[in-house]
């Protein structure tokens, strides 16, 4: 698998970072990562867990590697993995699509399969942008922005609800 340039502490797949770096795509660029991402979003397991682990085979990304960039424990990475359905919060979901760099639509599949709509509050809205326009960004930064916003940040500073 071609791998891309190292972003923060995770790898980024060369079909993501066609979405990331522009919207200057030429039309040839636009269709080659619109396939790219619906073979693999058509490849992708019907559960949460088989899509997260699907994700982070694709990526090389261990356990470990995504705890630290998702600011979770290891512990709830595994169980993420290991429970068909597991019961995981919505900003958690958020944590590890942003953890993984995944491409928006991959984002929005993560959700789903984790069994979240969005319902168009502040809180969702936001949580939105940072899916579709920071991908790219560690969750430091995407914790900046959602503190400004006045909403409470992700990770380990984010209390069960």
């Known amino acids: 698998m071609n791998r891309g340039m190292q972003q923060g502490m995770l790898l980024c797949n060369e079909e993501d970072e066609i979405f990331i770096t522009g919207s200057g795509l030429s039309a040839s660029e636009l269709v080659k990562s619109s396939r790219n991402v619906t073979t693999i979003l058509q490849g992708l397991p019907a559960s949460f867990s088989r899509t997260l682990s699907a994700h982070m085979t694709r990526k090389g990304v261990t356990c470990e590697r995504l705890a630290e960039a998702c600011m979770l424990s290891r512990n709830s990475i595994f169980r993420f993995k290991k429970e068909e359905y597991p019961r995981i919060s919505l900003p958690n979901v958020i944590c590890l699509c942003i953890g993984l760099k995944l491409h928006p639509l991959f984002s929005m599949d993560m959700v789903r399969k984790a069994g979240y709509t969005f319902n168009g509050s502040f809180e969702h809205t936001a949580y939105q942008m ?7 960004n560690s969750l430091f930064e995407c914790n900046d922005y959602l503190c400004q916003m006045g909403l409470r940040p992700l990770g380990r500073y984010e ?3």
């Open 130 to 136: 940072l899916l579709m326009t920071m991908t790219n």
């Open 159 to 161: 209390s069960s609800r």
